[in-house]
């Protein structure tokens, strides 16, 4: 297959990872000389291991490539030139119709192989945030070299102040206020963002009566879910400003008739679905802010309970809507920062094309697909 996508090729190679995009070219190019990253690969294939991953929301023509019906899938594009990505490249979406005969076929990786684990931990993530790529292949035994992740120790110190935030209610419903509990409160944070939950997590979970395996899934959501809650606090200045700049920004040149129609409308439908996309977000996190508050304020582990079972179904959903909000505000700090080239009319299009994609309405794409 050849994926001729030329602006999400030409422009991502200069473009770091984002929540939507992992760029192992760009890590490549930037990390090709670190021991660490010759010893410790993300693939084993040289072609995986310098291919953009990109999480992507399936067109109606797409549909029909998989068993089950899906929204968002996990798109491997492999450039057919990687000094010149105008050639454009290959590409298969991860657990596609005849996915292993296809690696085979086209990258010569073979059933069973490692690197089809790894695209598959990827895959069943919603977004592919540092923070969380790097648990999830941690969860499935691969620990690929640091500079895969951009993930810096200021933002990681940050992080984990606001688990411990987040957490304090729940620390001090077990011990009390006193002073035990500031260490507590550290340590339980430490055990939700590491992969190892400990004694006391073990104990929540026989408070919670859930079994291993669920209580496991339901954490790593719950870990999901406090980061989502972290990135969303971080964004809301820059989502407001990027919703501005969309309304107003102009490409080079002369606009036809067609164009400026086209432009202005994405400018409108744009802004509203950023802002409501936000909504969406802080909406499904309200969810989890409600069953947390039962447990560590009313004394009610029941509904927490519920969250966690539901968190799975829960997280794939907020990952997706975050993520495509991640998108839009990373892409435009790359293409309209400061001293960027002016931006075409043609590739302005396609850069309120792929936005609008990533921000559809789901419900309302459903509906439509049902009526047709």
């Known amino acids: 297959m050849t994926d001729r996508a030329i602006r999400n090729l030409a422009h991502l190679r200069r473009s770091a990872s984002t929540a939507r995009v992992l760029n192992l070219l760009k890590v490549y190019n930037d990390n090709r000389r670190d021991p660490d990253y010759a010893d410790r690969p993300i693939f084993r294939s040289v072609a995986l ?31 057919i030139d990687s000094d010149d990505l105008k050639t ?33 931990l990827m895959d069943a993530l919603p977004s592919l945030d540092p923070f969380l790529l790097r648990e999830q292949l941690k969860r499935g035994g691969v620990e690929p070299a640091a500079c895969y992740f951009a993930i810096s120790d200021g933002d990681l110190n940050r992080m984990l102040a606001f688990v411990e935030g987040e957490i304090r209610p729940l620390v001090t419903l077990s011990l009390g206020n006193d002073i035990e509990s500031v260490g507590s409160t550290r340590r339980l944070a430490g055990k939700i963002l590491s992969s190892d939950p400990g004694d006391r997590m073990e104990a929540l979970r026989e408070t919670l009566q859930l079994h291993p395996d669920e209580y496991q899934e339901g954490v ?17 200045a820059d989502v407001a400003a990027v919703a501005d700049a969309v ?7 002369k606009v036809d008739r067609t ?46 309970r519920d969250f966690l079972l539901k968190a799975p179904r829960l997280f794939t959903r907020l990952g997706e809507q975050l993520g495509a909000v991640q998108h839009v505000i990373s892409f435009w700090r790359f293409r309209f920062a400061p001293g960027a080239p002016p931006v075409s009319v043609d590739e302005l299009i396609d850069v309120f094309m792929d936005f609008e994609t990533g921000l559809a309405d789901r419900d309302q794409e459903l509906g439509q697909r049902m009526v047709a």
């Open 247 to 253: 309304s107003t920004v102009t490409p080079l040149g």
């Open 88 to 120: 454009g490249g290959r590409y298969v979406f991860v657990d596609q119709r005849n996915f292993e005969r296809l690696m085979q076929e086209s990258f010569g990786i073979e059933p069973g192989h490692p690197d089809l684990t790894t695209l598959r």
């Open 259 to 304: 164009s400026r129609e086209y432009l202005d409308r994405g400018r409108r439908v744009l802004h509203e679905r950023i802002m409501k996309t936000c909504e969406e977000v802080s909406a499904t996190l309200r969810i989890y802010d409600d069953a947390y508050a039962d447990l560590t304020v009313n004394g009610k582990p029941a509904a927490f």
């Open 49 to 79: 291991n310098r291919a953009l991953i990109i999480k992507h929301r399936l067109r109606r023509n797409e549909f029909d490539c998989f068993h089950l019906r899906r929204q968002v899938a996990t798109k491997v594009v492999i450039p």
């Open 220 to 236: 790593f959501c719950w870990k999901g879910f406090l980061y989502y809650k972290w990135v969303l606090s971080s964004l809301m």
